[in-house]
T-cell receptor, first 113, second 113 residues
Framework: DTEVTQTPKHLVMGMTNKKSLKCEQH?????MYWYKQKAKKPPELMFV???????INESVPSRFSPECPNSSLLNLHLHALQPEDSALYLC????????????FGDGTRLSIL | EDKVVQSPLSLVVHEGDTVTLNCSYE??????LLWYKQEKKAPTFLFML????IEKKSGRLSSILDKKELFSILNITATQTGDSAIYLC?????????????FGKGTHLIIQP
């Protein structure tokens, strides 16, 4: 078990559904991240929050919408996803951005039907 | 164009052998290089390297960074079957769209009994 908790662990949804992935950490970290990892590929950065402010990754489609309600929580809202969005979605946190190791949660394995 | 290149991509050895995994990078505004071990779920943090020539060590694992030649190695001595995993190298650099990690493709290490 890691100190970064992600729920749900598995999610199957249709292309018209709306769902949310959740991530929580209580290490006092002020930077939180979303990564996407396809099978047999390395994680790819999607979004970064630093002190609850978003750094936008412009290559991420708008059907993914991040939200940081407070310094401990990070959500990823999903709407109208495509089958190619099926992947492991990893959340990570670090004390701050830069020069700090990121600690990952176990991920949410997402399947789009 | 890959910014972080790992080699070999896969490696099969016998228990007790020593292995060396390589990671080279090409980024500007380098901040740190990190090694992670990934089995079925979350990448788990191993080392963060920021200075050249200073070896980091944890049990049978060690790592060193060469900022002049832009590479790092991860050594595992007296390997055990539990060392079987994908070892990911990631670079943290400032600039670009966001402050996150850029990963190499990973080295898939298999330790045979």
């Amino acid at each position: 078990d890691t100190e970064v908790t992600q729920t749900p662990k598995h999610l199957v949804m249709g292309m018209t559904n709306k769902k949310s992935l959740k991530c929580e950490q209580h290490m006092g970290h002020r930077a939180m991240y979303w990564y996407k990892q396809k099978a047999k590929k390395p994680p790819e950065l999607m979004f970064v929050y630093s002190y609850e402010k978003l750094s936008i990754n412009e290559s991420v489609p708008s059907r993914f919408s991040p939200e940081c309600p407070n310094s401990s929580l990070l959500n990823l809202h999903l709407h109208a996803l495509q089958p190619e969005d099926s992947a492991l979605y990893l959340c990570a946190s670090s004390q701050m951005t830069g020069y700090q190791p990121q600690h990952f949660g176990d991920g949410t394995r997402l399947s789009i039907l | 164009e890959d910014k972080v290149v790992q080699s070999p991509l896969s490696l099969v050895v016998h228990e007790g052998d020593t292995v060396t995994l390589n990671c080279s990078y090409e980024v500007t505004n380098f901040r740190s290089l990190l090694w992670y071990k990934q089995e079925k779920k979350a990448p788990t943090f191993l080392f963060m390297l920021t200075s050249s020539g200073i070896e980091k060590k944890s049990g049978r694992l060690s790592s060193i960074l060469d900022k002049k030649e832009l590479f790092s190695i991860l050594n595992i001595t007296a390997t055990q079957t539990g060392d079987s995993a994908i070892y990911l190298c990631a670079v943290d650099f400032s600039g670009g769209g966001a402050d996150g990690l850029t990963f190499g493709k990973g080295t898939h290490l298999i330790i045979q009994p």
